[in-house]
Protein backbone atom coordinates (compact mmCIF):
# COMPACT_ATOMS: atom_id res chain seq x y z
CA UNK A 1 0.00 0.00 0.00
CA UNK A 2 2.88 2.02 0.74
CA UNK A 3 4.78 1.63 -2.46
CA UNK A 4 1.48 1.98 -4.44
CA UNK A 5 1.28 5.72 -2.77
CA UNK A 6 4.76 6.56 -3.16
CA UNK A 7 4.37 6.04 -6.79
CA UNK A 8 1.40 7.69 -7.37
CA UNK A 9 2.71 10.59 -5.36
CA UNK A 10 6.02 10.50 -7.54
CA UNK A 11 3.56 10.22 -10.34
CA UNK A 12 1.97 13.57 -9.85
CA UNK A 13 4.72 14.87 -9.23
CA UNK A 14 5.88 14.18 -12.35
CA UNK A 15 3.28 15.26 -14.32
CA UNK A 16 2.52 18.39 -12.40
CA UNK A 17 6.57 19.48 -13.77
CA UNK A 18 5.69 18.68 -16.85
CA UNK A 19 2.49 20.81 -17.10
CA UNK A 20 4.46 23.53 -15.75
CA UNK A 21 7.38 22.95 -18.63
CA UNK A 22 4.87 23.12 -21.24
CA UNK A 23 2.64 26.68 -19.96
CA UNK A 24 6.53 28.44 -19.35
CA UNK A 25 7.35 27.13 -23.16
CA UNK A 26 4.21 28.31 -24.80
CA UNK A 27 4.05 31.75 -22.68
CA UNK A 28 8.03 32.13 -23.59
CA UNK A 29 6.20 31.22 -27.68
CA UNK A 30 3.62 34.44 -26.95
CA UNK A 31 6.11 37.23 -25.57
CA UNK A 32 4.63 39.48 -22.81
CA UNK A 33 3.67 42.76 -22.34
CA UNK A 34 6.23 45.37 -21.39
CA UNK A 35 5.77 46.76 -18.12
CA UNK A 36 8.42 48.78 -17.44
CA UNK A 37 6.83 52.21 -18.21
CA UNK A 38 3.53 50.80 -16.37
CA UNK A 39 5.40 50.63 -13.19
CA UNK A 40 7.58 53.58 -13.60
CA UNK A 41 4.18 56.05 -13.80
CA UNK A 42 1.50 54.16 -12.08
CA UNK A 43 -0.30 55.85 -9.34
CA UNK A 44 -2.79 54.61 -6.57
CA UNK A 45 -6.10 56.15 -6.42
CA UNK A 46 -6.88 57.69 -3.20
CA UNK A 47 -7.94 54.47 -0.55
CA UNK A 48 -11.15 54.80 0.71
CA UNK A 49 -9.88 54.73 4.02
CA UNK A 50 -10.46 56.97 7.76
CA UNK A 51 -7.83 60.19 7.89
CA UNK A 52 -5.23 58.71 9.72
CA UNK A 53 -2.34 60.53 9.49
CA UNK A 54 0.35 63.22 11.01
CA UNK A 55 -1.22 65.92 9.60
CA UNK A 56 -4.53 65.86 11.42
CA UNK A 57 -2.75 67.28 14.51
CA UNK A 58 -1.37 69.28 12.68
CA UNK A 59 -4.59 70.38 11.46
CA UNK A 60 -6.09 70.32 14.60
CA UNK A 61 -3.68 72.69 16.03
CA UNK A 62 -3.77 74.87 13.02
CA UNK A 63 -3.95 78.01 15.26
CA UNK A 64 -0.23 77.20 16.37
CA UNK A 65 1.50 79.56 14.82
CA UNK A 66 5.29 77.76 15.91
CA UNK A 67 5.99 74.00 15.15
CA UNK A 68 7.72 74.59 18.83
CA UNK A 69 4.68 75.95 20.25
CA UNK A 70 3.69 73.88 23.67
CA UNK A 71 0.43 71.68 22.31
CA UNK A 72 -0.02 70.46 25.69
CA UNK A 73 2.62 70.75 29.10
CA UNK A 74 3.07 67.40 29.81
CA UNK A 75 2.78 64.09 28.05
CA UNK A 76 1.21 61.67 30.86
CA UNK A 77 0.39 58.81 28.47
CA UNK A 78 0.88 57.67 25.11
CA UNK A 79 -0.68 54.49 23.71
CA UNK A 80 0.72 52.36 20.62
CA UNK A 81 -1.04 50.26 18.56
CA UNK A 82 -0.40 48.39 15.35
CA UNK A 83 -3.23 48.54 13.38
CA UNK A 84 -5.80 51.93 12.99
CA UNK A 85 -8.93 49.15 13.44
CA UNK A 86 -7.51 48.80 17.61
CA UNK A 87 -7.74 52.12 17.79
CA UNK A 88 -11.47 52.16 18.73
CA UNK A 89 -11.19 48.92 20.70
CA UNK A 90 -8.63 49.64 23.11
CA UNK A 91 -9.61 52.18 26.08
CA UNK A 92 -7.49 55.46 26.30
CA UNK A 93 -4.88 54.98 29.30
CA UNK A 94 -6.31 56.17 32.56
CA UNK A 95 -2.96 56.88 33.95
CA UNK A 96 0.71 57.89 33.00
CA UNK A 97 2.72 55.78 31.07
CA UNK A 98 3.56 53.62 27.68
CA UNK A 99 1.25 51.11 26.45
CA UNK A 100 1.62 48.78 22.87
CA UNK A 101 -0.83 46.75 21.83
CA UNK A 102 -0.53 44.48 18.85
CA UNK A 103 3.82 43.81 18.78
CA UNK A 104 5.66 40.86 20.46
CA UNK A 105 7.00 41.42 23.63
CA UNK A 106 10.43 42.21 22.37
CA UNK A 107 8.84 45.02 20.06
CA UNK A 108 7.25 46.23 23.08
CA UNK A 109 10.09 46.63 25.07
CA UNK A 110 12.03 48.54 22.47
CA UNK A 111 9.46 50.43 21.77
CA UNK A 112 8.81 51.54 25.30
CA UNK A 113 12.73 52.08 25.84
CA UNK A 114 12.87 54.64 22.75
CA UNK A 115 9.48 56.43 24.12
CA UNK A 116 9.52 56.80 27.67
CA UNK A 117 11.82 59.92 27.19
CA UNK A 118 9.45 61.92 26.42
CA UNK A 119 6.89 61.09 28.96
CA UNK A 120 5.94 63.89 31.18
CA UNK A 121 7.68 66.44 29.00
CA UNK A 122 5.78 69.16 27.18
CA UNK A 123 4.78 68.15 23.50
CA UNK A 124 5.18 70.43 20.23
CA UNK A 125 4.61 69.76 16.67
CA UNK A 126 8.13 69.08 16.44
CA UNK A 127 8.16 66.60 19.45
CA UNK A 128 5.68 64.54 17.85
CA UNK A 129 7.37 64.28 14.58
CA UNK A 130 10.04 63.35 16.99
CA UNK A 131 8.38 60.59 18.76
CA UNK A 132 6.96 59.29 15.06
CA UNK A 133 10.72 59.41 13.79
CA UNK A 134 11.82 57.23 17.52
CA UNK A 135 8.84 54.80 17.12
CA UNK A 136 9.26 54.33 13.26
CA UNK A 137 12.85 53.28 13.95
CA UNK A 138 12.69 50.76 17.08
CA UNK A 139 9.86 49.26 14.85
CA UNK A 140 11.99 48.67 11.64
CA UNK A 141 14.73 47.02 13.84
CA UNK A 142 12.56 44.79 15.27
CA UNK A 143 10.96 43.75 11.80
CA UNK A 144 11.21 43.09 8.59
CA UNK A 145 9.50 46.06 7.70
CA UNK A 146 8.87 49.90 6.33
CA UNK A 147 6.59 51.41 9.73
CA UNK A 148 5.29 55.04 9.48
CA UNK A 149 3.85 56.39 12.85
CA UNK A 150 0.74 58.19 12.27
CA UNK A 151 -1.43 60.15 14.98
CA UNK A 152 -5.61 59.82 14.20
CA UNK A 153 -7.61 62.32 15.09
CA UNK A 154 -8.43 62.71 18.51
CA UNK A 155 -8.61 64.95 21.62
CA UNK A 156 -5.15 65.40 23.50
CA UNK A 157 -5.67 68.30 26.03
CA UNK A 158 -6.17 65.36 28.72
CA UNK A 159 -2.14 64.80 28.10
CA UNK A 160 -2.50 61.60 26.84
CA UNK A 161 -1.80 60.44 22.83
CA UNK A 162 -2.33 57.91 20.66
CA UNK A 163 -0.06 56.36 18.02
CA UNK A 164 -0.35 53.94 15.26
CA UNK A 165 2.17 51.90 13.57
CA UNK A 166 1.48 50.27 10.35
CA UNK A 167 2.77 49.62 6.72
CA UNK A 168 2.39 52.62 4.27
CA UNK A 169 0.15 52.16 1.18
CA UNK A 170 2.48 51.88 -1.95
CA UNK A 171 1.75 55.03 -4.16
CA UNK A 172 4.24 54.96 -6.56
CA UNK A 173 6.88 52.47 -8.05
CA UNK A 174 9.79 54.02 -10.20
CA UNK A 175 12.92 52.84 -11.41
CA UNK A 176 16.47 54.06 -11.44
CA UNK A 177 20.43 53.47 -11.82
CA UNK A 178 21.79 51.65 -15.25
CA UNK A 179 19.94 48.79 -16.30
CA UNK A 180 22.18 47.46 -19.18
CA UNK A 181 19.75 44.38 -20.42
CA UNK A 182 15.65 43.30 -19.39
CA UNK A 183 13.61 46.50 -18.72
CA UNK A 184 10.54 44.30 -19.51
CA UNK A 185 11.78 41.41 -17.28
CA UNK A 186 12.18 44.00 -14.38
CA UNK A 187 9.16 45.13 -14.54
CA UNK A 188 7.27 41.96 -15.02
CA UNK A 189 9.02 40.23 -12.58
CA UNK A 190 8.32 42.62 -9.48
CA UNK A 191 5.02 41.39 -7.77
CA UNK A 192 4.44 44.19 -5.44
CA UNK A 193 1.98 46.44 -6.93
CA UNK A 194 1.16 50.26 -6.41
CA UNK A 195 -2.47 50.29 -3.46
CA UNK A 196 -1.18 47.96 -1.21
CA UNK A 197 0.65 47.67 1.39
CA UNK A 198 4.55 48.79 1.24
CA UNK A 199 5.34 45.07 2.92
CA UNK A 200 9.40 44.83 3.07
CA UNK A 201 8.77 41.25 3.31
CA UNK A 202 7.36 41.70 -0.32
CA UNK A 203 10.02 44.00 -1.80
CA UNK A 204 12.56 41.53 -0.17
CA UNK A 205 11.66 39.07 -2.18
CA UNK A 206 10.98 40.98 -5.48
CA UNK A 207 14.77 41.99 -5.05
CA UNK A 208 15.75 38.63 -3.91
CA UNK A 209 14.16 37.55 -7.35
CA UNK A 210 16.02 40.09 -9.43
CA UNK A 211 19.46 39.41 -7.68
CA UNK A 212 19.16 35.72 -8.75
CA UNK A 213 20.73 37.38 -11.99
CA UNK A 214 24.77 37.27 -10.85
CA UNK A 215 24.71 40.39 -13.22
CA UNK A 216 22.56 42.31 -11.21
CA UNK A 217 22.45 44.45 -7.68
CA UNK A 218 19.02 45.52 -7.26
CA UNK A 219 18.18 47.68 -3.93
CA UNK A 220 15.10 49.31 -2.95
CA UNK A 221 14.40 53.00 -1.28
CA UNK A 222 11.30 54.17 0.24
CA UNK A 223 10.97 57.74 0.27
CA UNK A 224 7.38 59.93 1.81
CA UNK A 225 4.26 60.43 -0.17
CA UNK A 226 2.46 63.34 -0.53
CA UNK A 227 -0.85 61.77 0.65
CA UNK A 228 -3.79 62.12 2.86
CA UNK A 229 -3.15 58.40 4.36
CA UNK A 230 0.23 56.98 5.35
CA UNK A 231 1.85 56.36 2.22
CA UNK A 232 5.46 55.68 0.40
CA UNK A 233 6.78 55.72 -2.71
CA UNK A 234 9.55 52.79 -3.80
CA UNK A 235 12.54 53.45 -5.96
CA UNK A 236 13.96 50.05 -7.17
CA UNK A 237 17.74 51.17 -8.06
CA UNK A 238 19.26 48.31 -10.44
CA UNK A 239 22.83 48.20 -11.51
CA UNK A 240 23.83 45.74 -14.20
CA UNK A 241 27.14 44.68 -15.72
CA UNK A 242 28.18 43.33 -18.86
CA UNK A 243 25.90 39.74 -18.89
CA UNK A 244 28.28 37.33 -19.12
CA UNK A 245 31.70 36.15 -17.46
CA UNK A 246 34.27 33.13 -17.13
CA UNK A 247 36.53 31.81 -15.51
CA UNK A 248 39.35 28.69 -14.86
CA UNK A 249 41.11 27.16 -12.28
CA UNK A 250 43.29 24.46 -11.39
CA UNK A 251 42.76 21.82 -7.88
CA UNK A 252 43.62 18.69 -6.95
CA UNK A 253 40.71 17.67 -5.53
CA UNK A 254 39.91 14.72 -7.89
CA UNK A 255 40.31 11.37 -6.09
CA UNK A 256 44.20 9.38 -6.26
CA UNK A 257 42.22 7.13 -9.06
CA UNK A 258 41.67 9.92 -11.57
CA UNK A 259 45.10 11.72 -11.01
CA UNK A 260 43.96 13.80 -8.38
CA UNK A 261 45.07 17.55 -10.32
CA UNK A 262 42.43 18.43 -12.42
CA UNK A 263 42.02 22.20 -15.03
CA UNK A 264 38.73 23.40 -15.26
CA UNK A 265 37.62 26.38 -17.71
CA UNK A 266 33.75 27.72 -17.29
CA UNK A 267 31.33 30.64 -18.36
CA UNK A 268 27.92 32.40 -17.39
CA UNK A 269 25.48 34.09 -19.65
CA UNK A 270 22.81 35.92 -17.92
CA UNK A 271 20.17 37.12 -20.67
CA UNK A 272 19.89 34.24 -23.10
CA UNK A 273 17.10 35.76 -25.43
CA UNK A 274 16.91 39.11 -23.96
CA UNK A 275 14.98 37.30 -21.85
CA UNK A 276 16.92 36.92 -18.26
CA UNK A 277 17.37 33.46 -18.41
CA UNK A 278 20.57 32.00 -17.30
CA UNK A 279 22.77 29.75 -19.03
CA UNK A 280 26.05 28.40 -17.10
CA UNK A 281 28.62 25.65 -18.14
CA UNK A 282 31.79 24.30 -16.96
CA UNK A 283 34.29 21.76 -19.02
CA UNK A 284 36.94 19.59 -16.99
CA UNK A 285 39.67 17.71 -17.65
CA UNK A 286 42.40 15.34 -15.52
CA UNK A 287 46.08 16.96 -15.88
CA UNK A 288 47.33 14.08 -17.70
CA UNK A 289 44.37 14.93 -20.12
CA UNK A 290 42.98 10.91 -20.37
CA UNK A 291 41.77 10.01 -16.93
CA UNK A 292 38.97 12.31 -16.78
CA UNK A 293 36.89 14.57 -19.10
CA UNK A 294 33.55 16.17 -18.05
CA UNK A 295 30.82 18.87 -19.00
CA UNK A 296 28.27 20.11 -17.69
CA UNK A 297 25.35 22.54 -18.64
CA UNK A 298 22.93 24.42 -16.19
CA UNK A 299 20.13 26.65 -18.34
CA UNK A 300 17.87 28.51 -15.29
CA UNK A 301 14.56 30.23 -16.70
CA UNK A 302 12.40 32.77 -14.15
CA UNK A 303 9.29 32.27 -14.61
CA UNK A 304 6.09 34.34 -12.97
CA UNK A 305 5.32 33.87 -8.98
CA UNK A 306 9.11 34.10 -8.27
CA UNK A 307 9.19 30.61 -9.24
CA UNK A 308 12.57 29.43 -11.15
CA UNK A 309 12.62 25.90 -13.56
CA UNK A 310 16.51 24.54 -13.83
CA UNK A 311 17.43 22.18 -16.07
CA UNK A 312 21.12 20.54 -16.06
CA UNK A 313 22.52 18.35 -17.90
CA UNK A 314 26.57 16.18 -17.89
CA UNK A 315 28.29 14.11 -19.22
CA UNK A 316 31.71 12.81 -18.18
CA UNK A 317 33.94 10.02 -19.30
CA UNK A 318 36.98 8.19 -17.16
CA UNK A 319 39.62 6.22 -17.00
CA UNK A 320 40.50 4.85 -13.99
CA UNK A 321 43.91 3.44 -12.45
CA UNK A 322 41.73 1.11 -10.65
CA UNK A 323 39.14 -0.09 -13.06
CA UNK A 324 38.33 -2.93 -10.72
CA UNK A 325 36.66 -0.70 -8.57
CA UNK A 326 33.08 0.68 -8.81
CA UNK A 327 34.12 4.17 -7.34
CA UNK A 328 35.77 6.15 -10.18
CA UNK A 329 35.55 3.37 -12.40
CA UNK A 330 36.21 3.50 -16.24
CA UNK A 331 32.67 4.15 -18.11
CA UNK A 332 30.74 7.00 -19.61
CA UNK A 333 28.00 8.93 -17.04
CA UNK A 334 25.37 10.93 -18.11
CA UNK A 335 22.77 12.93 -16.11
CA UNK A 336 19.81 14.91 -16.73
CA UNK A 337 17.84 16.86 -14.34
CA UNK A 338 14.71 19.08 -14.35
CA UNK A 339 13.38 20.95 -10.89
CA UNK A 340 11.36 23.84 -10.19
CA UNK A 341 11.98 26.04 -7.26
CA UNK A 342 8.91 27.80 -5.78
CA UNK A 343 8.79 30.40 -2.64
CA UNK A 344 7.32 29.46 -0.11
CA UNK A 345 5.48 32.63 2.48
CA UNK A 346 8.01 33.34 4.99
CA UNK A 347 7.24 31.57 8.75
CA UNK A 348 8.04 34.44 11.19
CA UNK A 349 12.17 35.09 10.74
CA UNK A 350 12.66 31.75 8.57
CA UNK A 351 12.59 32.83 4.64
CA UNK A 352 12.17 28.96 2.57
CA UNK A 353 11.78 27.52 -0.48
CA UNK A 354 11.01 24.36 -2.13
CA UNK A 355 12.15 22.68 -5.22
CA UNK A 356 10.27 19.71 -7.24
CA UNK A 357 11.90 17.47 -10.17
CA UNK A 358 13.18 14.65 -11.44
CA UNK A 359 16.56 13.10 -12.40
CA UNK A 360 17.78 10.24 -14.94
CA UNK A 361 21.57 9.38 -15.47
CA UNK A 362 22.88 6.42 -17.67
CA UNK A 363 25.81 5.02 -16.01
CA UNK A 364 27.88 2.84 -18.20
CA UNK A 365 30.40 0.93 -16.29
CA UNK A 366 33.59 -0.44 -17.97
CA UNK A 367 35.09 -3.65 -15.66
CA UNK A 368 38.12 -5.12 -17.38
CA UNK A 369 36.05 -7.76 -19.76
CA UNK A 370 32.79 -6.72 -18.53
CA UNK A 371 30.63 -3.79 -19.10
CA UNK A 372 27.39 -2.59 -16.69
CA UNK A 373 24.56 -0.17 -18.20
CA UNK A 374 22.72 1.11 -15.65
CA UNK A 375 19.76 3.59 -15.99
CA UNK A 376 18.36 5.75 -12.74
CA UNK A 377 15.11 7.89 -12.88
CA UNK A 378 14.47 9.52 -9.10
CA UNK A 379 12.19 11.88 -8.14
CA UNK A 380 13.69 15.13 -6.11
CA UNK A 381 11.92 17.06 -3.30
CA UNK A 382 14.12 19.71 -1.73
CA UNK A 383 13.50 22.24 0.97
CA UNK A 384 15.83 25.53 1.63
CA UNK A 385 15.20 27.81 4.85
CA UNK A 386 17.45 30.51 6.09
CA UNK A 387 17.23 32.57 9.01
CA UNK A 388 19.61 35.50 10.26
CA UNK A 389 19.61 36.93 13.88
CA UNK A 390 21.73 38.88 16.05
CA UNK A 391 24.91 36.54 16.00
CA UNK A 392 24.69 34.96 12.59
CA UNK A 393 23.19 33.30 9.35
CA UNK A 394 21.59 28.91 9.75
CA UNK A 395 21.28 27.67 6.43
CA UNK A 396 19.69 24.67 6.10
CA UNK A 397 18.92 22.49 2.94
CA UNK A 398 17.21 18.56 3.79
CA UNK A 399 15.64 16.79 0.33
CA UNK A 400 14.60 13.58 -0.16
CA UNK A 401 14.57 11.16 -3.42
CA UNK A 402 13.23 8.24 -4.27
CA UNK A 403 13.44 5.87 -7.13
CA UNK A 404 10.07 3.98 -7.76
CA UNK A 405 11.67 0.76 -8.98
CA UNK A 406 12.20 -0.80 -12.62
CA UNK A 407 9.85 0.91 -15.44
CA UNK A 408 11.05 2.28 -18.59
CA UNK A 409 13.38 4.91 -17.58
CA UNK A 410 15.04 2.74 -14.30
CA UNK A 411 16.91 -0.31 -14.82
CA UNK A 412 16.01 -3.77 -13.31
CA UNK A 413 16.81 -5.05 -9.83
CA UNK A 414 19.42 -7.41 -11.12
CA UNK A 415 21.54 -4.69 -12.13
CA UNK A 416 21.30 -2.63 -9.32
CA UNK A 417 22.40 -6.01 -7.23
CA UNK A 418 25.04 -6.08 -9.74
CA UNK A 419 25.96 -2.60 -8.42
CA UNK A 420 25.85 -3.69 -4.69
CA UNK A 421 21.99 -2.15 -4.20
CA UNK A 422 18.98 -3.65 -2.89
CA UNK A 423 17.01 -3.60 -5.69
CA UNK A 424 16.06 -0.50 -7.22
CA UNK A 425 13.51 0.86 -5.42
CA UNK A 426 14.79 3.43 -2.63
CA UNK A 427 14.33 6.28 -0.21
CA UNK A 428 17.42 8.82 0.13
CA UNK A 429 16.94 11.79 2.79
CA UNK A 430 19.45 14.27 3.26
CA UNK A 431 20.37 17.14 5.40
CA UNK A 432 22.46 19.95 5.46
CA UNK A 433 22.91 22.56 8.01
CA UNK A 434 25.61 25.66 7.81
CA UNK A 435 25.55 28.07 10.43
CA UNK A 436 27.93 31.12 10.36
CA UNK A 437 28.93 33.01 13.71
CA UNK A 438 30.43 36.39 14.04
CA UNK A 439 33.05 36.57 16.46
CA UNK A 440 33.72 40.36 15.30
CA UNK A 441 37.42 41.15 15.76
CA UNK A 442 38.23 37.35 16.43
CA UNK A 443 37.05 36.49 12.68
CA UNK A 444 33.98 34.04 12.36
CA UNK A 445 33.01 30.22 12.71
CA UNK A 446 31.60 28.07 10.24
CA UNK A 447 29.37 25.27 11.49
CA UNK A 448 28.25 22.46 9.19
CA UNK A 449 26.65 19.18 9.28
CA UNK A 450 25.84 16.72 6.81
CA UNK A 451 23.58 13.47 7.18
CA UNK A 452 22.49 11.38 4.71
CA UNK A 453 20.01 8.03 5.11
CA UNK A 454 18.84 5.31 3.05
CA UNK A 455 16.45 2.60 3.72
CA UNK A 456 18.54 0.16 1.42
CA UNK A 457 21.68 -0.57 0.10
CA UNK A 458 22.43 1.81 -2.68
CA UNK A 459 24.76 1.84 -6.08
CA UNK A 460 27.81 3.78 -5.31
CA UNK A 461 26.46 6.84 -7.21
CA UNK A 462 23.91 7.58 -4.50
CA UNK A 463 26.49 6.88 -1.64
CA UNK A 464 27.85 9.53 0.66
CA UNK A 465 31.28 10.86 -0.36
CA UNK A 466 32.95 11.03 3.29
CA UNK A 467 36.60 12.54 1.85
CA UNK A 468 37.96 15.16 -0.26
CA UNK A 469 38.57 18.59 -0.05
CA UNK A 470 35.02 19.78 0.51
CA UNK A 471 34.25 16.61 3.44
CA UNK A 472 36.52 15.35 5.63
CA UNK A 473 39.46 16.30 4.33
CA UNK A 474 42.66 14.27 4.43
CA UNK A 475 40.67 11.10 3.42
CA UNK A 476 40.83 10.00 -0.72
CA UNK A 477 37.27 10.80 -1.94
CA UNK A 478 37.23 7.30 -3.92
CA UNK A 479 37.63 5.48 -0.70
CA UNK A 480 35.13 6.84 1.50
CA UNK A 481 31.43 6.25 0.47
CA UNK A 482 28.67 4.82 2.55
CA UNK A 483 24.69 4.40 2.46
CA UNK A 484 24.47 6.33 5.96
CA UNK A 485 26.86 9.03 7.36
CA UNK A 486 26.82 12.01 9.56
CA UNK A 487 29.65 14.53 9.35
CA UNK A 488 30.13 17.72 11.35
CA UNK A 489 32.82 20.65 10.63
CA UNK A 490 33.92 23.13 12.25
CA UNK A 491 36.28 25.82 10.80
CA UNK A 492 37.36 29.13 12.51
CA UNK A 493 38.21 31.59 9.76
CA UNK A 494 40.50 34.75 11.18
CA UNK A 495 39.96 38.20 10.16
CA UNK A 496 41.16 38.91 6.63
CA UNK A 497 44.89 40.81 6.87
CA UNK A 498 44.36 43.48 4.48
CA UNK A 499 47.52 43.95 2.11
CA UNK A 500 48.41 46.59 -0.93
CA UNK A 501 46.90 46.43 -4.21
CA UNK A 502 43.51 45.32 -3.15
CA UNK A 503 45.20 42.05 -2.22
CA UNK A 504 43.98 39.96 0.79
CA UNK A 505 44.86 36.97 3.12
CA UNK A 506 42.43 34.78 5.64
CA UNK A 507 43.60 32.24 7.05
CA UNK A 508 41.57 29.70 8.76
CA UNK A 509 41.90 26.34 11.54
CA UNK A 510 39.53 23.55 11.19
CA UNK A 511 38.04 20.02 12.74
CA UNK A 512 36.35 17.55 11.05
CA UNK A 513 34.77 14.50 11.52
CA UNK A 514 32.50 11.70 9.76
CA UNK A 515 30.30 8.56 11.26
CA UNK A 516 29.73 6.16 8.38
CA UNK A 517 27.99 3.18 7.68
CA UNK A 518 26.73 0.51 5.22
CA UNK A 519 23.52 -1.50 5.78
CA UNK A 520 24.66 -5.04 7.25
CA UNK A 521 28.12 -3.83 8.11
CA UNK A 522 29.90 -2.25 11.03
CA UNK A 523 29.68 1.63 10.97
CA UNK A 524 33.73 3.70 10.65
CA UNK A 525 34.62 6.56 11.98
CA UNK A 526 37.03 9.17 10.20
CA UNK A 527 38.38 12.75 11.65
CA UNK A 528 41.35 14.92 10.90
CA UNK A 529 42.46 18.69 11.59
CA UNK A 530 44.41 21.21 9.60
CA UNK A 531 44.87 24.73 9.05
CA UNK A 532 44.76 26.80 5.41
CA UNK A 533 45.20 30.24 3.98
CA UNK A 534 42.78 31.99 1.12
CA UNK A 535 44.24 34.30 -1.02
CA UNK A 536 42.46 37.01 -2.55
CA UNK A 537 43.94 39.87 -5.30
CA UNK A 538 40.74 41.80 -7.04
CA UNK A 539 38.35 39.84 -7.15
CA UNK A 540 40.67 38.44 -10.55
CA UNK A 541 41.91 35.80 -8.75
CA UNK A 542 41.79 33.69 -5.59
CA UNK A 543 43.69 31.06 -4.22
CA UNK A 544 43.39 28.50 -1.53
CA UNK A 545 46.10 25.97 0.17
CA UNK A 546 45.04 23.39 3.14
CA UNK A 547 47.01 21.00 4.93
CA UNK A 548 45.39 18.27 6.57
CA UNK A 549 46.48 15.36 8.85
CA UNK A 550 43.66 12.50 9.51
CA UNK A 551 43.56 10.79 12.65
CA UNK A 552 42.41 6.97 11.97
CA UNK A 553 43.59 4.70 9.42
CA UNK A 554 41.06 3.83 6.56
CA UNK A 555 40.06 1.27 3.86
CA UNK A 556 44.06 0.99 3.49
CA UNK A 557 44.93 4.48 3.67
CA UNK A 558 48.31 5.61 5.59
CA UNK A 559 48.24 9.00 7.97
CA UNK A 560 50.06 10.85 5.84
CA UNK A 561 48.96 14.64 5.62
CA UNK A 562 47.10 15.69 2.89
CA UNK A 563 47.52 18.86 0.81
CA UNK A 564 44.96 20.37 -1.08
CA UNK A 565 45.33 23.76 -3.26
CA UNK A 566 43.18 25.57 -5.89
CA UNK A 567 43.22 28.57 -7.60
CA UNK A 568 40.74 30.18 -10.08
CA UNK A 569 40.87 33.54 -11.88
CA UNK A 570 37.86 35.43 -13.05
CA UNK A 571 36.99 37.84 -15.93
Known sequence: MQRKAAELFGSLSFFLASMEFLRIFFLILIGGTPLWAQLRDSQVADPQRADSTRSSLQRAAAAV???????IPSLRGLVVVADPDLVGRIARPAAEGISCHGFSESQQKKMIDSLQPWLQQPVSLDRLEQMARAAEKAAATQSDSFITATYPPQEITEGRIVMVLQEPLLQQISFAGKPRFGKNFLARAVRTRPGGRASAESIRKDLDFLNRNPFRTATALWSPAESDVPAANLILHIQEKRPWSLYTGVDNDASDALGDERFYLGGKFGNVMGLDHRLGWLALTSADGTSLHSTHFTYEIPLSGHKILTFSSGLSES???????????????????????????DLGPIR??????????DNRYRQEASLIDISIFQFENTWVGEIHDLYGRTHVTMGLSWNPGESFLSSSDRIYQELGASDANSWVATCQIERNLSLHRWGNLALTSEAQWALEN???SNQF???????VRGYDEGRVFFDKALLLSTEWQFPRIALPRRTSLRPHLFLDGAWLADHGSSSNWISSTGLGMQFLWQNRCSAQLQWAQPFQRFNGA????????SVNTFW
Open 65 to 71: ISSNEVL
Open 319 to 345: ASSSPTTLIDNNGRFWSFRNLLEVPLP
Open 352 to 361: HHGKTGYSFR
Open 458 to 460: LIP
Open 465 to 471: AGGGAQR
Open 558 to 565: SRESEFYF
